[in-house]
């Protein structure tokens, strides 16, 4: 008989440090991190997809650091005025206003103060409007988390499982990261959608349902690219 696995992790909502999968995927972000205080410079935009673990690795470093963090667009327009008097200030992809956003980096810069701007692609990609901003952004230094690689892949699905508190065999598993794409938001999107319709259906997860939900996945999405394209 094949031997069934489950997994306990704590919840990741805690962002505990010890929760943090490690992978090389991030381990640049990691390091430079692990680096504080000694950046060259202190201007930092950390980015990567969705779910790529960008709010895990923040709020992590808030704790040990002591830093400011803004993840909410309200929060920040209410206190906008008090952020210039801090020294260390983390914003979570935020939408912020280009002027505001402009005299906080310039405030920043010149006073050699820490600023840490997450997003989900480079800010120098994005599409601004005032000219000095865009100038402004080309000044941080790119951080990147990348796609994930085959050992985190596994992780994360173990992770999910456990969380739900699924039992779920190793070699399904396995065969899930050999299937699934590179992307932090479709690996999460996918797990959801089978460990929902395994509770909707009253179906163990196996390698047989996980089959049929794959086709049954990819016929929807076939529908869509069709119905897309006309």
Same mark, same amino acid.
């Given at each position: 008989?094949?031997?069934?696995?489950?997994?306990?992790?704590?919840?990741?909502?805690?962002?505990?440090?010890?929760?943090?999968?490690?992978?090389?995927?991030?381990?640049?972000?990691?390091?430079?991190?692990?680096?504080?205080?000694?950046?060259?410079?202190?201007?930092? &935009?950390?980015? !990567?997809?969705?779910?790529? !673990?960008?709010?895990?690795?923040?709020?992590?470093?808030?704790?040990?650091?002591?830093?400011?963090?803004?993840?909410?667009? %309200?929060?920040?327009?209410?206190?906008?005025? &008090?952020?210039?008097?801090?020294?260390?200030?983390?914003?979570?992809?935020?939408? /912020?206003?280009?002027?505001?956003?402009? $005299?906080?980096?310039?405030?920043?810069?010149?006073?050699?103060?820490?600023?840490?701007?997450?997003?989900?692609?480079?800010?120098?990609?994005?599409?601004?409007?005032?000219?000095?901003?865009?100038?402004?952004?080309?000044?941080?230094?790119?951080?990147?988390?990348?796609?994930?690689?085959?050992?985190?892949?596994? $992780?994360?699905?173990?992770?999910?499982? $456990?969380?739900?508190?699924? /039992? %779920?065999?190793?070699?399904?598993?396995?065969? %899930?990261?050999?299937?699934?794409?590179?992307?932090?938001?479709?690996?999460?999107?996918?797990?959801?959608?089978?460990?929902?319709? $395994?509770? %909707?259906?009253?179906?163990?997860?196996?390698?047989?349902?996980?089959?049929? +939900?794959?086709?049954?996945?990819?016929?929807?999405?076939?529908?869509? +690219?069709?119905?897309?394209?006309?």
């Amino acid at each position: 008989m094949t031997e069934q696995q489950i997994f306990n992790f704590k919840s990741s909502s805690a962002y505990l440090e010890d929760n943090f999968i490690k992978d090389i995927s991030n381990k640049e972000a990691l390091n430079f991190f692990y680096n504080f205080p000694k950046w060259d410079n202190k201007l930092i &935009n950390l980015y !990567g997809e969705k779910k790529s !673990g960008k709010t895990f690795l923040l709020n992590i470093f808030k704790k040990k650091h002591n830093f400011l963090y803004l993840d909410n667009t %309200i929060e920040f327009e209410k206190n906008f005025e &008090n952020l210039f008097c801090e020294e260390k200030l983390i914003i979570d992809n935020i939408l /912020i206003d280009e002027h505001k956003m402009f $005299s906080l980096i310039n405030h920043f810069k010149l006073h050699n103060k820490y600023l840490i701007i997450s997003s989900r692609t480079p800010l120098t990609s994005h599409d601004i409007n005032l000219k000095d901003l865009s100038s402004r952004l080309k000044e941080f230094y790119l951080l990147e988390i990348k796609n994930p690689s085959d050992d985190l892949v596994y $992780s994360l699905i173990i992770k999910y499982f $456990s969380d739900n508190q699924v /039992i %779920i065999r190793k070699e399904l598993i396995e065969n %899930i990261v050999k299937k699934i794409d590179r992307s932090y938001l479709r690996i999460n999107d996918f797990l959801y959608k089978l460990n929902n319709l $395994s509770i %909707i259906k009253k179906k163990k997860i196996d390698y047989k349902f996980f089959k049929k +939900i794959l086709k049954f996945l990819i016929f929807i999405f076939s529908i869509y +690219i069709f119905f897309f394209f006309l």
